[in-house]
């Protein structure tokens, strides 16, 4: 296995990448997308959360990037803030909730260092949707839980977005 090369973080932020790639500490990552399963899941959270904008005061953003440390910028497949929305292109201050969408290919480690960035960015909300078994977990400080009820959720504010709407 070869080494990777590094590349300095101003070259990354000037170079467009199809689709978007993260960078961390040093390295280019391609992330796993592109499968139907993963963008209809994508698609139909956007859709219903970009129809309750106003309602619940938030803004919602598709493979946003976020910068979660000086070296690390990550991109959640679905990225949403409380309103008003940050004026930067890239965020750099912790979103409200940051969804990931499994693909095949994503690995337990690759999720897990993923969700720590985001915890110890401030991000107090993480979901994870797991298409191939039609479970999803929502993540805060407190740990890990199931959505066993069938509905992921938040508070402050309240979304609740039931999984029936995104499995259909």
């Known amino acids: ?34 499968e139907k399963t993963h963008s209809k899941i994508q698609q139909r959270l956007l859709l219903y959360l970009g129809s309750r904008t106003k309602e619940l005061s938030i803004e919602v953003f598709p493979e946003q990037r976020v910068q979660v440390s000086p070296t690390r910028f990550r991109i959640p497949d679905v990225t949403v803030v409380k309103a008003p929305e940050p004026q930067e292109e890239i965020f750099t201050s912790p979103p409200f909730l940051c969804i990931e969408i499994l693909s095949k290919k994503d690995t337990m480690l690759y999720m897990q260092e993923k969700i720590d960035d985001y915890l110890s960015f401030g991000v107090p909300y993480i979901w994870i949707i797991n298409p191939k078994n039609r479970k999803a977990y929502v993540v805060t400080l407190e740990g890990m839980v199931e959505a066993k009820s069938g509905v992921l959720e938040t508070e402050n504010p309240k979304i609740a977005v039931p999984l029936s709407a995104l499995f259909e």
């Open 1 to 34: 296995m070869g080494l990777a090369t590094l590349i300095p973080i101003e070259e990354y932020l000037d170079t467009s990448y199809s689709p978007d790639r993260e960078y961390i500490d040093g390295e280019v990552v391609e992330r796993n997308l592109g």
